[in-house]
């Protein structure tokens, strides 16, 4: 009986082995693999360096990373439908050049207020558009959002014939470099406000729960009385939107903008939501 006990043990002790390598190795292969492999990079740069767990760097990380993050926020959403969205760029660069040129007193002179409202609104419509494309063309996001892309890389340049606009209202540029209480600055204090109300609403509203829905099937959810096109619609509109946004967050850093900015943010703002543990299949 004792024999028999002890070659079970040693029997279960390799599968169990194994049940466990292939958990760890699921892990790492689903949506949790590039936070965990992002939580190692800094915890071994924190063991090598004596500069990077610092209070000045993570401050430094923080702004350098606002921009990205606000774009991250409209992109989750749109990933989270099943979407994507390549005009994330293309829309920053014309929402600042907008700005930019509704504002200056070079050019419209209408103020900042009249700037930020103008170009949010026609970065809303970009995504409105592409949203459109989606549901009444039935493009696929691919498609449709790469062409929003040209074309809206394509306004940029046309406003000032490709010239960058200089020279913003020191309030303006003071948003991302003053820090309040010591540490944090207007933008970055935006982008964490937005984060926290967009977690809200995907966890706690029957809308935002709607969103997996529809990345999970699209024709259940609609099935399932969700009206998938109105929200594919506002989905990729809010996208824009806050593309626009972080737009005018980084007009304010640079205190200039110009028509090639955003070149490759598209990519950079994707690889941002997998990390946090979007998967690219929706829901």
Known sequence: MALSNGA?????????????????????????GPLIGLVLLCLALSLTTDTFLTVRNILNVLDQVTVLGIMAIGMTLVILIGGIDLSVGSVLAL?????????????LNLGMPAGIVTALVVAGLCGLVSGLLVTVTKLPPFIATLAMMSVARGLANMITDGSQIIGFPDWFTSLSIIRHFGFLSVTVGLMIVLAIIFAIFLNYRATGRSLYAIGGSAEVARLSGIPVNSLTNWVYAICGVLAGLAGIVLAARLDSVQPSSGFGYELDTIAAVVIGGASLSGG
Not at 14 to 31: E, M
């Open 8 to 32: 079970s043990e040693l029997k279960a002790g390799p599968g169990a082995q194994a049940a466990a390598g292939a958990k760890l190795s699921a892990l790492f292969a689903g949506t949790m």
């Open 95 to 107: 929402a600042a050049m907008v700005m930019g040129f509704v504002a200056h007193p070079d050019h």
